[in-house]
């Protein structure tokens, strides 16, 4: 069966620091990769998504980052953290030419910017 | 702007008793799905219904679509304190884009 795994869970990262957040998928092949934001109440921001190896769609300007170095890691980078970059982040996937279908969402990692 | 926008933003009710949240979107959908999100963790996807359904069905679920009103309802019976949750609605619009589209969410607490 697929499995999603992100980490880490939780990082308190100081202003104007590096960010790198981690998603890998388990059990299948050539899947699209999402990388949402949620703020605390809100509703899910879509950052980023990944249709395969090196090809990035970026959705939002921002000071993020993500990149695809392998066909199940999926990585969501800054290199400065600002303050709004703060909130829950999501990594999700879906199967290969199956947009529009059912997402299978990560545990998250829970971002705070001090 | 989020196309989805949930209704109501919060329901407390008892268990036992039904849930009913709605989502109304703008623009026209290939499909519009329904996940369920408890406190702190990742969503999980419910249940998908496609734009030429009128209603869909998953044990206790419920789902409607009204394409003429660009609206949905999700429907819960016989709540249980463990569907205590927030529920979003997500649009795949039919423009051509990859992208879903997330509403605000319903935040939905069944009292024991």
């Known amino acids: 069966s697929q499995t999603i795994h992100q980490w880490p869970a939780t990082l308190v990262q100081p202003v104007g620091s590096p960010l790198s957040l981690e998603c890998t998928v388990e059990?299948?092949?050539?899947?699209?990769l999402y990388w949402y934001r949620q703020a605390a109440g809100r509703g899910l921001q879509l950052l980023f998504y990944s249709v395969g190896i090196g090809q990035i769609s970026s959705e939002v300007p921002q000071n993020l980052s993500a990149s695809r170095p392998q066909d199940r890691q999926f990585i969501l980078s800054s290199k400065k953290l600002l303050l709004s970059d703060s909130g829950f982040y999501l990594c999700?996937?879906?199967?290969?030419?199956?947009?529009?279908?059912?997402?299978?969402f990560g545990p998250g990692t829970r971002l705070t910017v001090t | 702007s989020q196309q989805g926008e949930e209704d109501p933003q919060a329901l407390s009710i008892q268990e036992g008793e039904n849930a009913t949240m709605n989502c109304s979107y703008k623009?026209?959908?290939?499909?519009l799905q329904w996940y369920r999100q408890n406190s702190g963790r990742g969503l999980v996807h419910l249940i998908l219904?496609?734009?030429?359904?009128r209603e869909k069905h998953s044990g206790r679920l419920r789902v409607t679509l009204d394409t003429s009103k660009k609206s949905s309802s999700l429907l819960i019976t016989a709540s249980r304190a463990a569907d205590t949750a927030s529920y979003f609605c997500?649009?795949?619009?039919?423009?051509?884009?990859?992208?879903?589209?997330f509403g605000t969410g319903t935040r939905l607490k069944v009292l024991a």
């Open positions: 997500a649009t795949f619009p039919t423009s051509g884009t990859y992208k879903y589209i």
């Open positions: 999700a996937w879906q199967g290969a030419g199956s947009f529009g279908y059912e997402q299978y």
């Open positions: 219904i496609r734009s030429n359904e």
């Open positions: 623009t026209s959908i290939n499909n």
């Open positions: 059990g299948t092949s050539n899947p699209n």
